[in-house]
């Protein structure tokens, strides 16, 4: 099986790693824009070779676009024309709807499978790639019946190579949730370590004050500000949405405490702990597809 | 030594174990509230016996009072009273300038080192306790010259048989620098856990959406509500101070969502990133003191 990744990123590059290691692809292609990642990603053996763009969707049994949404509205329909009859393109962008209806014309549409892991660190290019980053995580796949069903078929094969748990959504739906759960987290990290960095003029306090507490609540900050430029973009009324309830329930613990209400505290704060044992209970109710 | 510890959770537990463990402690009492706190501590081995509060406060020659920031206020005076001639007292709360007034004028204030260690986990209780949690963390130890000098020693030798960084500030200093960067991180993660859990009704979506990146996100959310709202209280007008600051941030982001200006949240995320290098670079400039 023919693999062409395009953009050799933390997502690309550990597909690349796994489907290599899983025996699933017997050839690797990559592609970036970067000659430095190109370099990176030979060295670092995460592809066999780079190849031009569209020599990569001419070869490939399967196409993966893992590259800012932006790019990937761009160079989804364009894929599809190039392909061979019988390939499958993925991509494995962070938002769905503006992806989806990017092709829903498209003649080859059908040969396109639309997925979202949910997976990723804070790190990016072609060195954050890693082993097993995709491991007992969701996978999210779009609107499958638009899809034919060997290309679904496939694409179902590859994540579950990967030991990913599928999941189908609508793409609007899609949307809604993950600007619900995964973008809003990402803009109170990036938030808070501007407010951190404006108020905290010592860098060795930040240092010094920064228990794994506030380590882990900041890490998202260190993300891609390219790739969520393109998320925010793509994603912007449910997010919109979703930070106006985050500023209004920011505003009303504050209030609480200029107000010395600190019991009232208290009780949000139980009804936040909620969260753990979703988070820890959930699992259990699920079951692996 | 025998080491007395008011408060057998997360803090008070974990001290028990590695003092015990580095042989810093020959007898270890503990204290709880909570009859369950008590059987749990002796069950797991973290002290050696449970007495009445005023037992413990008198037969220890080090008392460390780690239970929330209220009770210290209250029992910290107190226990000044109540200890041997050349006993020491530490207490491990998280804010410091109310309780380094509640003791000012106490005539054996200089038997007291006010510390708080840089370290924890979302979890509490005695069975939260783990050993190392404390390893080359920082501790910042307030106000240094209004404790004698032989107690401050016994206060840094023990810190130091952890393997603690031990900082000094004043108190007021340190209630500012905590609100900017460790107790804003824990509003914020309980802020976006009670967003997530208003807006998206599905407990199985917050599950499926919920990356690794959320979960560390929204870990401090499950932090103990009776701890914080006591810091709150305590440390109340910093952190009004860096909340407005927060807020503001908050609504400048979605201000630049709103109108499309996706290129500057991308700016704003660049400048964010800064806190990465900090954690990550901050270290080398430190000398472990």
New interface residues.
């Given amino acids: 099986m023919i693999v062409s990744i395009i953009g050799l990123g933390l997502i690309g590059g550990s597909l690349a790693l796994d489907l290599r290691s899983n025996g699933f692809a017997s050839r690797l292609i990559g592609v970036d824009l970067k000659a430095e990642h190109q370099d990176q990603a030979i060295e670092l053996g995460l592809v066999d070779e780079i190849l031009s763009w569209e020599e990569a969707c001419k070869v490939a049994d399967i196409l993966i676009l893992t590259v800012p949404v932006s790019a990937i509205l761009k160079q989804l329909p364009i894929a599809l024309d190039l392909i061979k009859e019988d390939a499958l393109v993925m991509d494995m962008g962070s938002t769905k709807s503006e992806i989806r209806q990017s092709i829903s014309d498209h003649p080859k549409r059908n040969r396109a499978v639309l997925a979202h892991p949910?997976?990723?660190?804070?790190y990016s290019g072609p060195k954050a790639a890693i082993h097993n980053l995709f491991h007992r995580?969701?996978a999210?796949i779009c609107d499958p019946k638009e899809s034919d069903k060997d290309a679904l078929e496939l694409a179902e094969r590859l994540l579950k190579s990967l030991f990913m748990r599928i999941?189908y959504m609508d793409a609007q739906e899609h949307d809604v949730?993950?600007a619900?759960?995964?973008h809003?987290?990402?803009?109170?990290?990036?938030?808070?370590?501007?407010?951190?960095?404006?108020?905290?003029k010592?860098?060795?306090?930040?240092?010094?004050?920064?228990?794994?507490?506030?380590?882990?609540?900041?890490?998202?900050?260190?993300?891609s500000?390219?790739m969520?430029?393109?998320v925010?973009?793509q994603n912007?009324d449910n997010?919109?949405?979703?930070?106006?309830?985050?500023?209004k329930?920011?505003?009303g613990?504050?209030a609480l405490?200029?107000s010395?209400e600190?019991?009232k505290?208290?009780?949000?704060?139980?009804?936040?702990?909620?969260?753990?044992r979703?988070?820890k209970e959930?699992?259990h109710?699920?079951k692996y597809s």
Avoid at 118 to 122: F, P, Q, V
Avoid at 265 to 276: D, F, H, K, S, V
């Fill in positions: 949910m997976a990723g660190t804070e995580k969701v999210i999941i949730h993950a619900y759960v995964s809003v987290s990402h803009i109170s990290s990036f938030v808070l370590a501007l407010t951190v960095l404006e108020k905290e010592s860098e060795a306090n930040i240092f010094n004050m920064a228990s794994g507490g506030f380590a882990s609540t900041v890490r998202l900050a260190k993300s500000p390219k969520w430029r393109d925010y973009e912007a997010l919109i949405d979703v930070l106006e309830i985050y500023i329930k920011m505003q613990f504050k405490i200029e010395g600190f019991d505290t208290a009780e949000l704060m139980e009804e936040a702990n909620e969260i753990g979703i988070l959930t699992p109710l699920m």
